[in-house]
């Protein structure tokens, strides 16, 4: 396949991709609902408490849960790469989703110490390290050339999705059943949904001639991983792309505290909140749309720095600006939305996908460090300046930082991604 770009900007989809491919997106957005990362971070909420009364562990221990959860991942970002170059994409998300169901299954005997817990939370991504998004994005990169944007936003989605879906569900069993029905729940939905998609309709584009079973792997251009990492353009989009993670998670875990400190309620403050998650998902449908449309670096600045209208309004906004502080987490969520689609765009188009599970997986590394360290550095920040103001503007400057950097690379063509059997 090659990645060309329109001559100009067209407003009309092209539907003749998503006529063939997609089947791959059903999958690629089963494949993200259910991913080891999204599953035990959006369910995790839910089973704090069931946890805490049948063991006793403090909430704070079992929020260290997540630190593990996320050393694992920032870890097993880097073993996809090799692992799709020595046995195929298609065998290692299988065997991968198969090991997540059965590990959830074995988080269900924990007993007593709460390490267990903490060794399954930093295992599961390691030992399932075909179900992040890694695989379904390099899948939907391979498949979607003229729409990969909007493709991308459509199966990133399912992060939104389950945050919606996932904690009244895991709720509404774990009251009825125990505790362990939720991680049963969470074995059941890759077992019933993501399992089967993959094992129809999983495989590679230069594969249509080749049965299902083929594990014939395509032969991709594109950047190195050392030349890659050589790249100037690589590193600044990663510094970039991290800052706005940075304040996105200095947003959310700040934000419901800070609209009480403004005389909000506990019930209004998170009224106001709910409309992050539907600003999640249009930010990262609209963005996905405009990437096959528009210069991506200008489409990226743009969606970045919308967090800096967000700063001011919390920075100078009254108790009555209800209207302004729900515009502020808007501008704040489409940015959080678009910045994962993002990164899988841009990198794919820079650098193309020989190999891309490498070169985003680092990406992906990286951002998962400093999103686990920032809790801890904006609390430092509210308790050094006693106060939220110091936390905005540092927020304030990364959403300027960040696009800047992105504004002074110049425009670069698709790099292409012809493919041939090997």
């Not at 839910?46 to 929020?63: C, H, K, M, N, Y």
């Not at 939905?189 to 309709?201: H, N, R």
């Not at 920075?315 to 939305?337: P, T, W």
Request: hydrophobic share 55%; charged share 10%; net charge positive.
């Amino acid at each position: 396949m090659s990645d060309t770009s329109p001559s100009r900007p067209t407003v009309a989809i092209d539907t003749g991709e998503f006529k063939r491919g997609w089947r791959v997106l059903l999958l690629g957005l089963a494949g993200i609902c259910t991913s080891i990362s999204v599953g035990l971070l959006y369910g995790f909420g839910t089973l704090v408490i069931p946890l805490e009364q049948a063991f006793g562990w403090s909430r704070g221990d079992l929020q260290a849960s997540i630190t593990f959860l996320f050393a694992g991942v920032a870890i097993s970002t880097q073993l996809v790469g090799p692992l799709y170059r020595r046995f195929g994409l298609r065998r290692v998300a299988i065997v991968s989703i198969v090991l997540q169901v059965i590990g959830y299954a074995a988080i269900t005997r924990i007993e007593h110490s709460i390490g267990w817990l903490y060794l399954a939370f930093f295992a599961m991504p390691l030992v399932c390290a075909g179900t992040i998004a890694i695989t379904w994005t390099q899948l939907v990169n391979l498949w979607f050339e003229r729409n990969r944007g909007l493709a991308l936003a459509v199966i990133l989605c399912g992060t939104g999705l389950m945050a919606v879906v996932l904690p009244p569900l895991l709720a509404r069993l774990i009251a009825q059943f125990g505790w362990q029905a939720g991680f049963f729940t969470l074995a059941a939905m890759p077992l019933l949904f993501t399992l089967p998609l993959a094992l129809f309709w999983l495989r590679l584009p230069s594969n249509d001639a080749l049965p299902a079973e083929s594990e014939a792997v395509p032969q991709l251009s594109g950047f190195s991983f050392r030349q890659a990492l050589r790249s100037p353009v690589y590193w600044s989009f990663n510094v970039a792309l991290i800052l706005s993670v940075c304040l996105t998670v200095g947003m959310v875990t700040n934000i419901v505290p800070m609209l009480q400190g403004k005389g909000f309620s506990a019930q209004e403050a998170s009224q106001i909140f709910s409309s992050f998650g539907i600003s999640i998902i249009a930010g990262r449908l609209l963005v996905g749309y405009l990437l096959d449309r528009y210069p991506p670096i200008l489409v990226a600045a743009i969606s970045l720095v919308l967090p800096a209208i967000g700063c001011t309004i919390f920075l100078f906004a009254g108790v009555q600006s209800v209207a302004l502080l729900v515009l502020a987490i808007l501008c704040i969520g489409a940015s959080a939305g678009a910045e994962f689609d993002l990164a899988a765009f841009l990198m794919a188009r820079y650098f193309g996908l020989r190999e891309y599970a490498r070169i985003f997986g680092l990406h992906l590394a990286l951002v998962t460090i400093f999103a686990g360290l920032m809790p801890v550095f904006f609390g430092r920040l509210y308790e050094a300046y006693d106060g939220y103001s110091a936390v905005l503007l540092c927020c304030l400057a990364c959403s300027i930082i960040g696009p800047s950097i992105l504004l002074w690379l110049r425009p670069a063509p698709a790099v292409a991604v012809h493919q041939q059997p090997a």
